[in-house]
């Protein structure tokens, strides 16, 4: 069991760095670690966790900012949030259960990985949309702050941007601060059996080009999932058949005139049933979290970025290629496929998302395979020579994550 | 005064090669010739909307491509020639400002929309296209895209990307950043490289979100493709008119408290009040001491019920004026004055200078009073127009230009301004960008560390400092520049 340190303060992390770069021996860095097992294992012989740096450390709610170290739990930013009607608009999901263990997710882990959920196609965003503020240390063993604690601020480069997503091997985040919205009053949700998934995607966005304010629009290829009542005479789909299901949410009182018309526009493609708000609220819980998907414990699942059009096609050459289990989100823009793990699989994967001008993130993998192959799309050649810049810009000893992205 | 580096000597010996090389990559055209070179037609290129700075560039050049823009950077980077790209040139913070030896590369010529595409909710425009010019692409289908800075009639996406332009809307639809899913982005080589597309969230590093806002410091971009998004079914406006600017900022924490996100929140100060009123005769109330105007969406039952709640929660506070639009027509007229503010103080002032820090909003009554007492001690007046929901605060300072002594005193004020903003646990700038306005006030917000870090993430990209040299980081301390004594004046 390699060395895991736990710094309770910045100044801690800094040490942990200098120490490192210093004897050149890598750190993993993570804040739980609830997400070691996407993308590729780590080899380094000491764990930097920013467990210890716990607690929110400035809550405005009237100004609709939050600040926290970067350990602490989003259960327990959320908990606070719920006390006060407001939320983390990107709905940042929850992925314990799709890697098979009960570890809370971290602020920063969640920040570091840049993961939203289904209102990510809101005009909300991101949850990098969303990050107004971090601090970290670099592998120059400095801190470094970029952005702040205001809503607009173009003041310099946007690190914070840089660093979501970066998964820990730019710098070590030991604070973030996010931008809220108030927590919707009410929300239901509308579900249309279709046909097909060319009609899905149709169904999708309609509502998404509606002004009805659609704040989740997934498509669940084998249907609702059983023991989910359906709240309207008719029952539940057929089982099998693919189920567009759109969300809409605001205050209460506005919400029957909007599912009405939203009904209206949706009713060309298929029955239009109404999903009440407690088994709304399940239903997209699944669907942020990926639990719709089911991947048995050995397979493989990818997190595929496409544009919507371009969703069915993939759907099919994945499904020709490994008979792919599949879920949608983002109005179809958001792609999990899951499938047996090979080699083979992932290669159909990776060609299938190029020839649909998408991206791949490989989610979850056996060890040995996402070792072996490349867990995010080759980058430019321009490109990956600035990116080789950046990085030992910020981190010159490579003692970061080294191999977390790219081998 | 803002200092420009020492132009490279040997570049300007070789202005007649230079100019005669660029042209051979940038033809004439249609539209005109594709390399100005003289010195009366680069007049036209030597300001941007900060116009107290000039500085005619070595030469411009105008492509009409993205392979064209390719090949002017390919042969900057090969003969050591500085670049400064520019859009419509509406900066407000000097980001498009020449330097003596730089080509000046003019988007404007790349200004076709390329793609719609209404089921997947994008379009792919040329940076020249206009910000407005993309929404009335797309508003025959009820779409539009939602970043609207004031210039939006004639600032161009490309230099909305370059700025991470905002807009009076940003508190529910975001900044630009948040509005964009691609860009071809050109690097200091002349390499084209595609980022993003028509998916939401990139995979790797986001470079989108980095490139975004970098003020021409890492790249150039040619093509945008852009979130479009279906417009609310209505929107309707109400005006509040308050006591003081500690209560109207009361009434701003309870509306949000509320749970309301009013799609705009606009915030004036007695000032921008009597200025706006005496220029639109909008019906603003003179005895105010603060007022907001507050929009938003939905169908007519949802604009009443929500402009009721809000009106109630004013009501609250002792509103000296409390209008709500009963129609369209009403809401334009409570928009009118705002809309034409810079207008309305470019009319009882010769000239002014748009500041455009970001505070935390519970700070706005503290940083107004000290404003207050600031334009007492400098002797020159401000008006403070405020989006209230989001922090950002538009100080506007009048002067004379040609007074050079009232010049001096309007920057000097503008800097305390900025200082107060980064005091108070705000920003130098929420949207118009660091360019070289505040480029010397960036250590008030920054560690040298930090400034450090930034510099090498750009010398990562343009390792020669080629691209927008003198803008955004102070000159001492970056690499390759020394600075010099002042090298521009205010005009007149």
Request: charged share 20%; with cysteine; hydrophobic share 45%.
């Amino acid at each position: 069991m390699a060395e895991r340190l736990c710094p309770p303060d910045e100044a801690g992390v800094i040490e942990a760095v200098r120490q490192a770069a210093a004897d050149g021996t890598p750190l993993a860095v993570e804040g739980n670690g609830s997400k070691r097992a996407m993308l590729r294992p780590v080899q380094a012989g000491r764990t930097l966790s920013t467990a210890a740096l716990s607690g929110i450390t400035l809550y405005r709610p009237a100004e609709l900012i939050l600040s926290a170290r970067a350990g602490t739990p989003l259960a327990e930013i959320e908990a606070e949030l719920e006390r006060h009607n407001q939320m983390i608009p990107a709905e940042p999901p929850d992925f314990a259960a799709l890697f098979g263990h009960a570890i809370p997710s971290t602020i920063g882990g969640m920040v570091a990985a840049n993961l939203s959920g289904p209102r990510r196609i809101g005009p909300g965003g991101a949850l990098r949309d969303q990050l107004l503020g971090i601090r970290m240390v670099t592998g120059h063993a400095e801190l470094v702050r970029s952005g702040g604690r205001v809503h607009k601020n173009v003041t310099g480069l946007d690190l914070c941007k840089l660093l979501a997503g970066s998964h820990g091997t730019l710098g070590v985040m030991t604070e973030v601060t996010l931008k809220l919205v108030p927590r919707p009053e009410g929300s239901l949700s509308l579900a249309v059996a279709v046909p097909g998934l060319e009609e899905g995607i149709a169904a999708l966005s309609a509502g998404l080009g509606s002004p009805y304010g659609v704040t989740g629009a997934a498509l669940l290829p084998s249907g609702i999932p059983s023991g989910m009542p359906i709240g309207m005479p008719g029952g539940p789909s057929l089982p099998g058949s693919p189920v567009a299901v759109l969300r809409l949410e605001d205050f209460r009182r506005f919400l029957p005139r909007r599912a009405e018309a939203l009904r209206g526009l949706l009713s060309r493609f298929g029955d239009v049933q109404l999903i009440g708000e407690e088994d709304s609220a399940g239903l997209w819980r699944q669907v942020r979290d990926a639990a719709l998907l089911e991947p048995a414990p050995d397979q493989m699942v990818w997190r595929i970025s496409v544009r919507p059009s371009r969703a069915p096609d993939l759907a099919r050459r994945l499904d020709a290629a490994f008979e792919a289990r599949l879920l949608l989100d983002w109005g179809g823009g958001l792609v999990w496929a899951t499938g047996s793990a090979s080699i083979a699989a992932h290669e159909a994967v990776v060609a299938a998302v190029a020839e649909a001008g998408g991206v791949f993130t490989l989610f979850r993998a056996p060890d040995p395979l996402r070792a072996a192959v490349p867990v995010l799309p080759a980058e430019a050649v321009a490109l990956a020579a600035i990116a080789g810049r950046v990085k030992a810009a910020l981190d010159p000893a490579g003692v970061l994550n080294p191999g977390r992205m790219r081998a | 005064m803002i200092a420009l580096p020492e132009p490279d000597a040997a570049v300007l010996a070789r202005r007649d090669v230079i100019l005669r090389d660029l042209r051979t990559l940038v033809p004439d055209g249609p539209f005109g010739p594709g390399v100005i070179g003289d010195a009366i037609r680069l007049r036209a290129y030597e300001t941007d909307g900060l116009s107290a700075y000039r500085q005619p560039p070595l030469a411009v050049v105008l492509p009409t491509s993205t392979g064209e823009v390719a090949a002017v950077l390919r042969y900057c980077h090969r003969e050591k020639i500085r670049v400064v790209p520019r859009g419509a040139g509406t900066s407000l913070s000097g980001g498009a400002l020449p330097l003596a030896d730089a080509v000046v590369i003019g988007l404007m010529r790349m200004n076709r929309i390329l793609d719609v595409d209404f089921a997947d909710r994008l379009a792919v425009v040329e940076a020249g296209v206009t910000n407005l010019g993309i929404t009335q692409a797309v508003a025959g289908e009820g779409f539009f895209y939602a970043p609207d800075p004031s210039s939006q009639l004639a600032c161009m996406i490309g230099g909305n990307v370059m700025m991470n332009s905002g807009g009076a809307h940003c508190l529910k639809y975001g900044v630009t950043a948040g509005n964009l899913l691609g860009v071809t982005f050109v690097t200091m080589e002349g390499e084209v490289v595609r980022i993003g597309g028509g998916h939401l969230d990139a995979a790797g590093y986001d470079w989108l979100g980095l490139i975004t806002g970098s003020e021409g410091q890492l790249g150039l971009v040619t093509e945008v493709t852009v979130r479009i998004l279906r417009a609310a079914e209505g929107a309707r406006a109400m005006l509040a008119a308050f006591r003081s600017n500690e209560v109207a900022g009361q009434a701003v924490d309870a509306i949000i408290g509320s749970g309301i996100i009013p799609v705009a929140l606009e915030f004036m100060d007695r000032p921008a009040i009597h200025a706006c009123e005496a220029f639109a005769n909008a019906g603003y109330p003179l005895d105010a001491e603060a007022m907001l105007i507050i929009e938003v969406e939905g169908d007519t039952a949802e604009q009443d019920d929500l402009l009721g709640s809000i009106a109630a929660i004013c009501n609250r506070f002792d509103p000296i004026s409390l209008r709500v639009a009963e129609t369209a027509e009403q809401s334009i007229a409570i928009w009118k004055g705002r809309k034409g503010a810079f207008g309305a103080v470019g009319r009882i002032s010769p000239d002014y200078l748009c500041m455009d820090g970001t505070i935390p909003t519970g700070e706005l009554p503290h940083v107004l009073k000290r404003i207050g007492e600031m334009s007492d001690s400098y002797g020159l007046k401000v008006a403070n127009i405020f989006h209230a929901g989001d922090g950002n605060l538009h100080p506007l300072i009048m002067f004379d230009a040609n007074d050079p002594e009232s010049f001096r005193k309007a920057e000097a004020f503008g800097a305390d301004i900025l200082k107060l903003c980064v005091e108070v646990g705000g920003c130098l700038t929420g949207e118009h960008g660091v360019g070289v306005e505040k480029r010397d006030l960036m250590n008030v917000q920054f560690t040298e560390t930090e400034l450090r870090q930034q510099r090498a993430i750009k010398s990562a990209f343009d390792p020669d400092w080629l691209l927008n040299p003198a803008k955004v980081f102070p000159l001492e301390g970056n690499p390759a520049l020394a600075p010099r004594i002042p090298a521009v004046v205010p005009h007149g």
